[in-house]
T-cell receptor, first 116, second 115 residues
Framework: EAQVTQNPRYLITVTGKKLTVTCSQN?????MSWYRQDPGLGLRQIYY???????DKGDVPEGYKVSRKEKRNFPLILESPSPNQTSLYFC???????????????FGEGSRLTVL | AQSVTQLDSHVSVSEGTPVLLRCNYS??????LFWYVQHPNKGLQLLLK??????LVKGINGFEAEFKKSETSFHLTKPSAHMSDAAEYFC?????????????FGTGTRLLVSP
C-alpha cells in the first residue's frame, strides 16, 4: 500500500530536549516536505527536498533541521525544542510531473508534538 | 507572489443540501490549484486539482470546482452533502510547472453537516 509513515504520532517533551520525527514514503517520490498546522493558520511549509541531498527552507524553518540521505526518508529534527513549536506536523511527498509523477501530494497522518 | 483566501472559516449545511466552499487566489504566474480534505485525526487527501486543462474539475466523492480566471476564484461545490463530508477543506495554490517549492495553503474551511 502506498503510504507516508510518520513517527511518533504523539509526543510530549520538555524544552531543550532534542527530538526527531521520522518520515518515510514507499512510492519512490522525489519531493518530500514538512508542514506544521496551527489553528487559524492553515499549513505552513517548514522545509522541503527535491531529491536526495537537496533540501531547502520553506516559510517557517527557524528551529528545525532536516536531512535527505535516502530517497525514502526525510526526518525532521528539533535540536532544542521550545513551547512555540507545539503543533501538529505533517510530512508529505509527491512524484514530480516532469519525471512522470502525478503532482499529487500524499500526506502522513500527522505527529502531534507538545513542548512543555 | 501567491496567496490564497478561504472566505469562510466554517460552513454549516444540512444533509442533502448543496455545499459551497469559497476560495480566491492571487498568483503572479499561471496557477495550479488544489482542494484537499482533512478528516479528524487524519492527514490531508487530494479532492481535485486544476492544472490548465478543463476549467470545471471533477474530483472524488461528488465534489467539483470551477476555475474562473476573471474572478480569481476556485470554489468547491457538491450538489448534495453527506454526513461523511464533515471535515476541514484546504484550498492550495502553486505556480504551474515550477514544482512544489511554493505551495501556499489557505487557512481552511470547516464543513459541518447536520442531519
Amino acid at each position: 500500500e502506498a503510504q507516508v509513515t510518520q513517527n511518533p504520532r504523539y509526543l510530549i517533551t520538555v524544552t531543550g530536549k532534542k527530538l526527531t520525527v521520522t518520515c518515510s514514503q514507499n512510492m519512490n517520490h522525489e519531493y518530500m516536505s514538512w508542514y506544521r498546522q496551527d489553528p487559524g493558520l492553515g499549513l505552513r511549509q517548514i522545509y522541503y527536498s527535491m531529491n536526495v541531498e537537496v533540501t531547502d527552507k520553506g516559510d517557517v524553518p527557524e528551529g528545525y533541521k532536516v536531512s535527505r540521505k535516502e530517497k525514502r526518508n526525510f526526518p525532521l529534527i528539533l535540536e532544542s525544542p521550545s513551547p512555540n513549536q507545539t503543533s501538529l506536523y505533517f510530512c508529505a511527498s509527491t512524484g514530480l510531473v516532469p519525471t512522470g509523477g502525478s503532482g499529487e501530494l500524499f500526506f502522513g497522518e500527522g505527529s502531534r508534538l507538545t513542548v512543555l | 507572489a501567491q496567496s490564497v483566501t478561504q472566505l469562510d472559516s466554517h460552513v454549516s449545511v444540512s444533509e442533502g443540501t448543496p455545499v459551497l466552499l469559497r476560495c480566491n487566489y492571487s498568483s503572479s504566474y499561471s496557477p495550479s490549484l488544489f482542494w484537499y480534505v482533512q478528516h479528524p485525526n487524519k492527514g490531508l487527501q487530494l479532492l481535485l486539482k486544476y492544472t490548465s486543462a478543463a476549467t470545471l474539475v471533477k474530483g472524488i466523492n461528488g465534489f467539483e470546482a470551477e476555475f474562473k480566471k476573471s474572478e480569481t476564484s476556485f470554489h468547491l461545490t457538491k450538489p448534495s452533502a453527506h454526513m461523511s463530508d464533515a471535515a476541514e477543506y484546504f484550498c492550495v495554490v502553486t505556480p504551474m510547472n515550477t514544482g512544489f517549492q511554493k505551495l501556499v495553503f489557505g487557512t481552511g474551511t470547516r464543513l459541518l453537516v447536520s442531519p
